[in-house]
């Protein structure tokens, strides 16, 4: 992993005293998870400030997780993050930890993002552990080759980003830890979900950006957007 410049992006649009808080630095994100919970685990907090900055928002979750528990419980939990953020969620309900063929993948995921375009894009990083959140970068990789941005997220079974791209969600910290904990039946087996261990973890990528609650992304591509600046 290489090191890149540290900095939060949500304080650099604000830092632009249009007013307007970045509310148009992105317009469309599109987030992708291998499973139920990645997306809210990695990039809930950003995501939770794309929509309050008036950004459409889209899930698109791979796998069913039934490994994880019942699959129709699972879905309704996702639907019930899609509530909470205004987001729109895209079940693709794959087998868990069968996700499928490289090229079945990338077709679906382009799919999506011809139906979203998206202007930014969240996934899982490479050096992941879980081979389903290894093979969902991998697609996304190749499907989202011509959208501008891409950042990388963390997950329980990846590295801790020392360093990267960091988002400043100190005002939606509480809001993050209700999105995991919308995924009640994943909470209660998995100590890494819980809103003390989502604190934790959001304390300390704060602390290395100066800022009391942050999440941290590896850039794949990224762009910053200083045409915007009015
Ligand atoms: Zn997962």
Known sequence: MTSTTCFCIVKVAEDRGSGL????????????????DDIEFGCGGALLRHAAAGASVTLLVMSDGARGGDPVVRAGEQARVGQLLGAKVVLLGLPDTHLGQPHELISLIETEISASAPDLVYTHLPEDMHQDHV????????????VANVLLFESPHSPMLNTGIG??????????????AAHAS?????????????????????????????????????????????
């Open 135 to 146: 093979q969902t970068h991998q697609a996304v990789r190749v499907a989202a080759r011509n």
């Open 21 to 36: 808080a970045g509310a148009h630095m992105w317009e469309r994100v599109l987030a992708v998870g291998a499973h139920p």
């Open 186 to 230: 994943q909470v209660s087996e998995r100590r890494v979900l819980t809103a003390r261990s989502v604190r934790s973890r959001a304390d300390r990528h704060g602390t290395a950006l100066g800022c009391d609650y942050a999440e941290m992304f590896y850039p794949l591509r990224f762009t910053l957007a200083f045409e915007r600046v009015e």
């Open 167 to 180: 988002v400043n969600i100190s005002s939606v910290i509480q809001q993050k830890t209700e999105l995991l």
